[in-house]
């Protein structure tokens, strides 16, 4: 029934109107429909943001906008946050929509190449104290990730988390952070973090995992039911910490 009440939504955003997708000064020839959120006290948002071709220009959009949907059902069933399976946002990184969503979602960052606007908006944000969850890359991706946000913070690392850092274990214990490693591409899970002028973390990248794949899939035989556990409960963590720091 989810994946027809997707279906639905993605026919109806098409009937009412679309977020045309450009990338590198070139159109894509399919559209990726924005959402009308309810009312609630949360709602996250998913970044576009210029990209390298590497893998298609659309490596942005994966799982969108499933891993949303069951995300927020599992915030909706296990928190006492206020949030509906409709609570996202598809924003554009260079539209000044992005302040008002304090928590953000970006995929496949080895596809990463933004414009000097979107540099200027993510560094914006993280000193405003917004969040940011990288997820879905592997391997070489890193590096272009590193030289990415380099231009955003010339002086700011990615340091590593280890196993036992409270924004792993903010509301939920997650047992195993490599169960996942076997069911992603690339080798062991590798959790990285960026902080803001502050000292709070700002910036969380996933590295050789893929929790919007666990987060879409987990219903299916490929995604078994421990390490999608993990993925939806290291999301939610994420997402209260992106809210109580």
Known sequence: ?????????????TGSGLL???????RQSFQIPDNTPPRTELITSRWHFGTNGAIGHTGWSHNYPDAEINLNDFLGRTTRIDVADESFRLLELGSPEIFEYPFAYVSEPGEMEMTEAEVENLREYVRRGGFVL???FDTWHMDNLREEMSRVFPDKIFERLEPGHP?????FTVADLGRMGQYVAGDEPVYYAMTNDLGEIAIVALHNNDLAN???????????LEPSTDAFRLGANMV???FTH
Do not use: C, H, N, T
């Open 214 to 224: 666990f987060w879409e899939w987990y219903g299916s035989p490929q995604y078994p």
């Open 1 to 13: 029934m989810k994946r027809i009440a997707v279906l639905l939504f993605v026919l109806a955003a």
């Open 240 to 242: 209260v910490y992106a």
């Open 167 to 171: 924004i792993l274990d903010v509301i």
């Open 20 to 26: 045309q997708a450009q990338f590198g000064g070139r």
């Open 134 to 136: 990288i997820d879905d």
